[in-house]
């Protein structure tokens, strides 16, 4: 099972708007709706951010939002802010193995 | 409120064997299925073991199927990964992780090292 496809670094300004993208295939992205994005800063843990593609845990601003459209996967930072700074990481099931994206830096300007 | 604490790293020798453990509670473990997750230094996350609630069902990445097992004690609320004939490309932070329904990971612990050298 290859890695799913993100871009190495994405930048934006406080209070723009990023977009990060997340390329599988029909066999994980496109083939079930279970896609989920992950926050990690450095030396941290893993944060879930979005679940099943668009759906957002308690507690994650309204800010993070997520879309799916055939086989890519794309996550959406409204607002920047400073502490939005960090690596993504979408992940998506295919059949009984996960597979993870190689991550993507965000770094507000 | 959920909480995962792994312990077992450590550094082993090439070949070498390392049992890692992950303490759960706040959950009814037996509900969730679980995940062994790990980060090379300076990597991305590579998903490598996952088990079913009861754990009756397990799952491992083609990178490690044959070398590590994933196994739990509900009895104890612990996740274990047996990880056998280490090498050098095995070395990272892994970290356990709560499914929270859909293949996702919505709890995680702060992960062990690993470290496989000679």
């Known amino acids: 099972q290859s890695a799913l496809t993100q871009p190495r670094s994405v930048s934006g300004s406080p209070g723009q708007s990023v977009t990060i993208s997340c390329t599988g295939t029909?066999?994980?992205?496109?083939?079930?709706?279970?896609v989920s994005w992950y926050q990690q800063h450095p030396g941290k843990a893993p944060k879930l951010m979005i679940y099943?593609?668009?759906q957002r845990p308690s507690g994650v601003p309204d800010r993070f939002s997520g879309s799916k459209s055939g086989n890519t996967a794309s996550l959406t930072i409204s607002g920047l802010q400073a502490g939005d700074e960090a690596d993504y990481y979408c992940?998506?099931?295919?059949?009984?193995?996960?597979?993870f994206g190689g991550g993507t830096k965000l770094t507000v300007l | 409120e959920v909480q995962l604490l792994e312990s077992g790293g450590g550094l082993v020798q090439p070949g070498g064997s390392l049992r890692l453990s992950c303490a759960a509670s706040?959950?009814?473990?037996?509900?969730?299925?679980m995940s062994w997750v790990r980060q090379a230094p300076g990597k991305g996350l590579e998903w490598v073991s996952a088990?079913?609630?009861?754990?009756?069902?397990?799952y491992h990445a083609a990178s490690v199927r044959g070398r590590f097992t994933i196994s739990k004690d509900i009895s104890k609320n612990t996740l274990y990964l047996q990880m056998n004939s280490l090498r050098a490309e095995d070395t990272a932070i892994y970290y356990c992780?709560?499914?929270?329904?859909?293949?996702?990971?919505?709890?995680w612990g702060q992960g062990t090292l690993v470290t496989v050298s000679s």
């Open positions: 992780a709560k499914e929270g329904g859909t293949a996702n990971f919505d709890y």
């Open positions: 029909s066999s994980d992205v496109g083939g079930y709706d279970y």
């Open positions: 099943d593609v668009s």
């Open positions: 992940c998506s099931y295919a059949g009984n193995p996960r597979v």
């Open positions: 088990i079913s609630g009861s754990g009756g069902s397990t």
């Open positions: 706040g959950f009814t473990f037996s509900n969730y299925g």
